[in-house]
């Protein structure tokens, strides 16, 4: 497959279509995240169907003193890796012909979801990036459009977006794709020095801590209410190590499922041995949101939620999370 290079929204609406278009939004810098989103974007459009990967630096989900000059831009080698990855073709326009007046005076806000987390740290970021993806879709105008979890903040206002404003698109998450060492892949870690990348390494052991206290104490509640509320319930509640519940059955059955303040304990405690590592994890949040409205989930909740980490390692901001879900077994 020879994958081609187009500059212009003319250029893109001039190409004959036949079966599904199935759009994966970059800003370049690809790496096997990306190529795994543009795979499965191939399996989507399939055969008869076509892939096509934007690469545009939005200036609009830049803040002041974020690093848009810097933020690596390796068009060659993105080219490379969406042909080798199924893409049919590579969007990349200039700033220009994304915005043809200058900065637009009309946005999509991206509302209350859009001013927590992220949003919080990173004023009117969202606003930018939906903005873009908006315009995006109109220019690509896919069938599909592909974004990664590890954004999951991202793909939730995007999907309430395009479910709001009736685009009638198929937002596809894909999951997060992990180095060997469990850092999430992502452009910037290659400003990571070695020593700040054993440090950033904290992100991703936290959320695995959360997740395996969240695992643990799901099977204490499935095993409980396997057995009678007897002393055979104290004894199999202890044989999977957890004395301290098995003390009082009643208390174990009454909980709530997965216990959401014991999984932010679990995370919180590697961020703070982070924090005095050299150089130090400065951490800007550790959140536990129920995905619909990225608000924190009280200790009753059941359903799907994400466990979210912010921090910084040197200059390098960095981001990561996992989804969990409470009272699975209920």
């Known amino acids: 497959m020879t994958t081609v290079l187009l500059r212009t929204a003319a250029e893109l609406r001039a190409r004959a279509r036949g079966g599904r278009r199935a759009v994966v939004m970059t800003m ?23 892939v096509v990967v934007t690469v545009f630096v939005n200036p609009l989900q830049f803040g002041e003193g ?25 969007f990349a326009p200039a700033v220009d012909e994304v915005y043809p007046g200058g900065e637009p005076q009309v946005r999509v806000s991206a509302g209350p979801m859009g001013e927590r987390l992220e949003g919080g740290a990173r004023p009117g970021h969202f ?8 315009k995006l879709l109109h220019l690509t105008r896919p069938d599909a459009a ?39 892949l992502s452009s910037r ?8 990348r054993r440090t950033a390494l904290a992100l991703s052991r936290a959320l695995f801590a959360g997740g395996d206290r969240h695992a643990a104490q799901e099977a204490l509640r499935a095993r409980a209410r396997e ?51 050299d150089p130090p994890l400065a951490l ?22 994400v466990l979210a980490v912010a921090a910084r390692v040197g200059t390098t ?12 077994a209920s």
């Open 227 to 277: 057995v009678p509320a007897t002393r055979a319930r104290a004894e199999a509640l202890s044989a999977i190590g957890e004395s301290r519940a098995a003390a009082d059955t009643h208390a174990v059955a009454k909980a709530a499922p997965g216990g959401p303040a014991t999984v932010r304990a679990a995370a919180r405690l590697v961020l703070d041995d982070a924090a005095r590592l």
């Open 66 to 90: 974020e690093d848009l000059d810097r933020y690596p831009r390796t068009l060659e080698a993105d080219l490379k890796i969406a042909e080798e990855s199924g893409a049919d073709v590579v």
């Open 28 to 50: 370049g810098a690809l790496h096997e995240g990306h190529a795994t989103l543009i795979r499965t974007a191939r399996e989507i459009a399939g055969p008869d169907g076509e």
């Open 127 to 134: 606003d930018g990036m939906l903005t873009v993806v908006a």
């Open 284 to 305: 800007d949040y550790l959140a536990l949101v129920d995905p619909s409205d990225f608000t924190e989930i009280e200790d009753d909740f059941t359903g799907e939620a």
């Open 189 to 196: 870690n290659r400003y990571l020095s070695p020593t700040e």
């Open 146 to 184: 592909l974004y990664g979890q590890k954004d999951a903040q991202q793909l939730a206002l995007i999907r309430r977006m395009t479910r709001d404003l009736n685009f009638g698109i198929e937002i596809v998450g894909v999951p997060t794709v992990r180095e060997e060492d469990g850092l999430a």
């Open 317 to 328: 901001r960095l981001i990561d999370n996992i989804p969990l879900t409470f009272g699975a």
